[in-house]
């Protein structure tokens, strides 16, 4: 099992910035992707960005230019960078872990979500 920590959100005026930080917690060896998803109030959740443990990034197109993906494979802990916010971007923001390699070598192949932290962008 693997559990997730986000922590970062908060409120913001458009323009402004954050910084997210996800922290995943067990026996783990290596989690080969790292990500966040985003879920504004009624609406479906989507993909922000990804990043692999070869440091491969993805980006909805929404979010290119002004979001930045990383990691840290040693503390098994990925950042999400929010620069240039705006209202649109108000959404619970997720961390996703897709795929875990335990320190036992054996592989899971489930997704495991973060609770979510809130990203409020308002004047």
């Known amino acids: 099992q693997v559990q997730l920590a986000e922590s970062g959100g908060g409120s913001v005026q458009p323009g402004g910035s954050l910084r997210l930080s996800c922290a995943a917690s067990g026996s783990i060896f290596s989690i080969p992707t790292l990500g966040w998803y985003r879920q504004a109030a009624g609406k479906q959740r989507e993909l922000a960005a990804t990043i692999t443990s070869g440091l491969i990034t993805n980006y909805a197109d929404s979010v290119k230019g002004r979001f930045t993906i990383s990691r840290d494979n040693a503390k098994n802990t990925v950042y999400l960078q929010m620069n240039s916010l705006r209202p649109e971007d108000t959404a619970v923001y997720y961390c996703?872990?897709?795929?875990?390699?335990?320190?036992?070598?054996?592989?899971?192949?489930?997704?495991?979500w973060g609770k979510g932290t809130l990203v409020t962008v308002s004047s």
């Open positions: 996703i872990a897709a795929g875990v390699y335990y320190t036992n070598y054996t592989f899971d192949a489930s997704n495991y």
